[in-house]
């Protein structure tokens, strides 16, 4: 018995439903590839990118956190102790440029050998030639 395609008109639906459904599946795993690639690399990228004062404070010095507010000042690495205008206290929470008198040009020090927990540097007020400098040294 010999079947001809015209004669079952739902076997030639059933076929383009199934090629349909064939080409479909192979698009949406193409997709969801290209989807998986590009945000691995975006997460590459964000790790790789890392704040230069973070990664001094973490190589220099045990602190915990530390922000800074004010312009023109800068978190260095490593600097002369005597250079040091003011030397923060492992105790301080809050160093205050204003109550300290900082001029633009001081060096701010944290001791390398202590290990200091927050510290806010709020006021700090340098030039754009003279910037305040936040250090680590060794006694």
Do not use: W
Not at 1 to 10: D, E, R, T, W
Not at 14 to 22: E, G, N, P, Q, Y
Request: hydrophobic letters at 35%.
């Amino acid at each position: 018995m010999k079947f001809n395609i015209k004669q079952l008109p739902h076997m030639k639906s059933f076929k383009t439903i199934l090629r349909v459904c064939k080409t479909s599946f192979l698009y949406t795993i193409v997709i969801l590839t290209m989807a998986k690639c590009s945000e691995e690399e975006i997460i590459v990228d964000e790790l790789a990118v890392e704040e230069p004062s973070t990664y001094m404070a973490s190589e220099a010095a045990e602190v915990g956190s530390l922000s800074v507010s004010g312009v023109y000042t800068e978190v260095q690495g490593d600097v002369p102790c005597a250079t040091c205008s003011y030397i923060v206290d492992p105790t301080e929470a809050t160093v205050d440029g204003n109550e300290l008198g900082l001029k633009p040009g001081s060096v701010v020090c944290l001791r390398k050998s202590l290990k200091y927990s927050s510290v806010d540097f709020i006021n700090m007020e340098g030039t754009e030639n003279s910037p305040i400098i936040i250090g680590y040294c060794a006694e």
